[in-house]
């Protein structure tokens, strides 16, 4: 059968419904998953879009048809599928999500168990299987239910002290996603007031974009804060697999120094352990870091990138500017909502507001990605190392020219013609300076 062929991506399977990927292609991928896995039984769930259910159904369908059995464990986060695939020790699970992508899109993270650990599947590993067709033939469908809640809220609850968590005052924002089910079940248990915002799973999406970074995503969660004179906020992108802190002004708070935060808190519980981060991270990153006496570890940008850096590592945690942050006891997987549990606990034994907590970590002037539409990609890469042959060149993820004052990575979109800038400069002034050099 056609499939389209753009959906199967580096990291997962992603598209527009029902005109990219649908129930058709759902079938087929099922089949490829278990032939690729070898999984005889594949545990499945889906986020708040409107397209879940049928996908999932027809994804079940093709899992069974070559031979696997499925368990679904319904409607929830995307850390719900990858605890019901550690915690129980399946195989291997598919959660049917388009994470932060706008309303129209669906697709599947898909992960399988290797000895301990968790593997991601990368959806491009699936195509050849595909394409070459060789499935067995079957049409029944063999889909048992299964509740994780309450084992999954004593897990994610095991990394705080609920003595220790002070009555904070919060806005939590979960963009019409699936992350108001998890705060719901939690917060009876918080000695927390809530100021719940977006809570009821939509995936119309109708109040904001499911990606908090989205222009105007974050107004009204900044709004509430002000006039409920919040402690802080929380606003959770489609999947809650993403976090972003917002401080008592409702200014976000960029999402690497989230970062150091959490790492500060897991560090001093587990000393010396290594904090993985990405290469567009403030330097402000390693320097604390190793103060602290932990080990940085940068890897690539995206987010397996950063979880593949931790496991070779040891490390504890890791993450990243896009507000994803990884936990060595959660499977080395991503959680939004670990990361609110303890950064409730991080403020609670911690009396400045978050605003003070946060300028101590960030001495650097920092600006956000610029993106720039370019065609010839590597030609202008050449260009750039050539032109700053003076400066600490490293390649680890496109090009990174460090001076004692100032650095700056520029690298390349795997997907799209567009050449991505970050830049951190000691000032204001040089920061705008170099942005404006550079730019040009």
């Not at 009821?200 to 999406?205: H, L, M």
């Not at 222009?215 to 992108?237: N, W």
């Not at 939004?336 to 002037?365: C, H, M, N, W």
Request: charged share 25%; glycine share 8%; proline share 5%.
């Amino acid at each position: 059968m056609e499939i389209n062929t753009a959906i199967f991506k580096s990291y997962d399977v992603r598209g527009i419904y029902p005109k990219e990927l649908n129930e058709k292609a759902a079938f087929e991928i099922g089949r490829a998953f278990i032939k690729h896995t070898g999984a005889k039984e594949v545990v499945v769930a889906y986020d708040a879009r409107l397209s879940g259910p049928g996908l999932l159904m027809a994804l079940a369908k093709g899992i069974c048809a070559e031979g696997g059995k499925t368990y679904n464990i319904g409607q929830g986060l995307t850390e719900c599928l990858y605890y019901a695939t550690g915690a129980y020790d399946f195989p291997a699970g598919i959660m049917v999500t388009a994470s932060h992508n706008p309303k129209e899109y669906n697709g599947f993270k898909m992960l399988k168990r290797v000895d301990k650990n968790l593997e991601v599947i990368r959806g491009k590993d699936l195509l050849p299987l595909i394409q070459d067709g060789q499935f067995k033939e079957g049409e029944s469908v063999d889909l048992e239910k299964k509740d994780i809640w309450s084992d999954y809220l004593k897990h994610v609850l095991s990394f705080v002290d609920l003595a220790e968590v002070m009555p904070l005052k919060i806005a939590i924002d979960t963009s019409n996603g699936a992350g108001g089910l998890a705060i719901e079940r939690l917060k009876d248990r918080l000695p927390c007031e809530i100021i719940p915002l977006n809570f009821n799973p939509d995936g119309n999406f109708p109040n904001h974009s499911p990606n908090p970074l989205e222009p105007g995503s974050a107004d009204k969660i900044g709004e509430t804060i002000r006039k409920e004179k919040a402690d802080f906020g929380l606003i959770f992108d489609g999947d809650a697999d993403r976090v972003f802190l917002v401080d008592e002004t409702g200014q976000m708070v960029r999402a690497d120094l989230t970062l150091l935060l959490l790492a500060k808190y897991f560090l001093q519980k587990n000393p010396g352990m290594a904090v993985a981060y990405n290469a567009i991270c403030s330097k402000a990153v390693p320097e604390f870091v190793e103060k602290w006496g932990g080990k940085p570890i940068p890897t690539k940008v995206g987010f397996v990138n950063v979880r593949d850096g931790l496991m070779k590592n040891n490390g504890i945690m890791g993450g990243e500017v896009s507000g994803h942050y990884c936990f060595k006891d959660n499977f080395y997987m991503d959680s939004g909502i670990i990361s609110f549990l303890t950064l409730l606990q991080i403020f609670s034994k911690d009396s400045r507001r978050v605003s003070e907590v946060v300028k101590e970590l960030s001495p650097y002037a920092k600006a956000s990605e610029i993106n720039f539409q370019i065609e010839d990609k590597q030609a202008v890469m050449e260009k750039i190392k050539q032109k700053y042959t003076d400066g600490q060149q490293d390649f680890l993820d496109g090009v990174t020219v460090s001076y004692p004052n100032w650095w700056f990575n520029v690298r390349a979109s795997n997907t799209e013609p567009l050449l991505r800038l970050t830049i951190e400069a000691d000032t204001e002034d040089l920061l705008k300076e170099k942005t404006n050099e550079l730019t040009a």
